[in-house]
């Protein structure tokens, strides 16, 4: 759900998003995604999870590099201990 949950949403919005003046697309991870947090705090729990939200920065680099020549902002955000 993590990874696919981001293609289907954004690809089922996207034709309503390429009408929209305001090309945005902003996608919520979390540290979980980071090698490097990984690495610092030791976490070797909840594998799959990080591997799927690392999957999910990934996607968003990938719309962002593909939806870029259309004008869209795509970025992923980590707002941290919600």
Same mark, same amino acid.
């Given at each position: 759900?993590?990874?696919?949950?981001?293609?289907?949403?954004?690809? $089922?919005?996207?034709?309503?998003?390429?009408?929209? +003046?305001? !090309?945005?697309?902003?996608? @919520?991870?979390? &540290? #979980?995604?980071?090698?490097?947090?990984?690495?610092?705090?030791?976490?070797?729990?909840?594998?799959?999870?990080? $591997?799927?939200?690392?999957?999910?920065?990934?996607? +968003?680099? !990938?719309?962002?590099?593909? @939806?870029?020549? &259309? #004008?869209?902002?795509?970025?992923?955000?980590?707002?941290?201990?919600?």
């Amino acid at each position: 759900m993590n990874a696919l949950g981001v293609i289907h949403g954004i690809s $089922t919005l996207l034709p309503l998003l390429r009408r929209d +003046t305001e !090309k945005k697309i902003v996608v @919520l991870n979390t &540290e #979980g995604a980071s090698p490097t947090l990984t690495l610092r705090s030791g976490a070797a729990d909840v594998a799959a999870y990080c $591997t799927t939200k690392a999957a999910t920065a990934m996607i +968003t680099v !990938k719309y962002a590099a593909a @939806l870029g020549r &259309e #004008g869209f902002v795509v970025v992923s955000m980590a707002p941290g201990l919600v």
